[in-house]
């Protein structure tokens, strides 16, 4: 293997990190999607504070929403092929890191 780095770096994304070679002609698309739905994903768990003035409430139908979360990121696994466990904690993760991000922004914003 250490003669061929290309069959190398496949066999590693591939088997080892379960990824594929990325499309280097839509990167900025990916980019801008990605982006964009990290943005959406965190804007839905913020919304529901932004809109019901008792937090008891929103936290409720927050729970709710990381149900609906830990679904979707199961289904998309399950038709991705990837492990569909990973992928429903993976999809919760990254809406909760951007949700956290969106309220520190605000708060910053406010002061």
């Known amino acids: ?17 379960e990824l ?4 280097t002609k839509r990167a900025i698309t990916n980019a801008l999607t990605m982006g964009f739905s990290y943005f959406a ?3 839905i768990m913020l919304t ?8 008891n409430a929103a936290l409720i139908l927050d729970y709710f929403t990381f149900v609906a979360l830990l679904i979707f990121g199961y289904i998309k696994g399950r038709r991705t092929g990837w492990h569909p466990f990973r992928r429903a904690l993976q999809t919760t993760r990254i809406v909760d890191l951007a949700a956290t991000t969106a309220f520190d922004l605000a708060g910053l914003i406010s002061k």
């Open 41 to 43: 994903g965190g804007l």
């Open 1 to 17: 293997m250490s003669q061929r780095p290309a069959a190398w770096i496949n066999i590693m994304l591939c088997f080892e990190l």
């Open 20 to 23: 594929e070679r990325p499309n």
């Open 48 to 55: 529901l504070y932004m809109s019901i003035s008792n937090e």
